[in-house]
């Protein structure tokens, strides 16, 4: 997440980690440029989890990495920090855990957009995402859909039915009802928010 600021200096990563500590922002830099953001909202805090907790769940039973949340650095070079509000990464060993080898970088960042994020979302991060060979996911809770962008296209799936995906390693697809995984961030005015259902 991130707005663009300050394009008359190029932050590094060391740079964004000597900022003081902010409760109220979230501070990124893209290719050096310097990207903030406030704090996120209910519904996308209830999109993360609600999304979160389901990759969790599939990359543990697959064997094939961990899933974490926000805020958690992916520092892909000296000037581009990111921290996508979920994302999974390779297993790692006990030399990540204790802090002896930095952990590896992701194979799925999510972002779920909102109205202060979404144009650096889209224009500063998913492509920087792509290059790096991470695939990307956009929620996009206005429009009730997901945009999933792999590495190597110009133009996303357009997910507003349903997502399927299959990484390396996986025995079984990840399978997502996008309009299931919608009802329960965002409620209904007769039921209110509804569980979701995810296949292994």
């Not at 960042?109 to 650096?120: G, I, K, M, Q, W």
């Not at 991060?125 to 792999?150: H, N, V």
Request: with cysteine.
């Amino acid at each position: 997440m991130g707005m663009p600021i300050a394009h008359e200096r190029r932050w590094s990563v060391e740079d964004v980690w000597a900022l003081p500590d902010d409760p109220h922002h979230r501070y990124e830099t893209v290719d050096g440029e310097l990207l903030v953001s406030p704090m996120p909202r209910f519904a996308h805090q209830r999109a993360v989890a609600e999304l979160g907790l389901m990759i969790g769940a599939y990359v543990k039973r697959q064997g094939i990495g961990e899933m974490m949340f926000s805020p958690y650095d992916v520092v892909l070079d000296p000037y581009t920090l990111m921290q996508p509000d979920v994302l999974v990464i390779a297993p790692v060993g006990l030399d990540v855990v204790r802090g002896n080898v930095a952990p590896p970088p992701p194979y799925l960042a999510v972002e779920v957009l909102s109205p202060s994020t979404a144009r650096a979302d889209r224009l500063r991060k998913r492509p920087r995402y792509q290059r790096a060979a991470i695939e990307c996911w956009l929620i996009d809770l206005d429009s009730q859909l997901i945009e999933r962008w792999t590495p190597d296209v110009d133009r996303p799936e357009i997910c507003a039915d349903r997502l399927r995906w299959q990484p390396a390693g996986a025995r079984e697809p990840f399978e997502l009802d996008v309009a299931v995984l919608m009802l329960a961030i965002l409620g209904s005015d007769d039921t209110g928010a509804a569980g979701t259902t995810v296949q292994p």
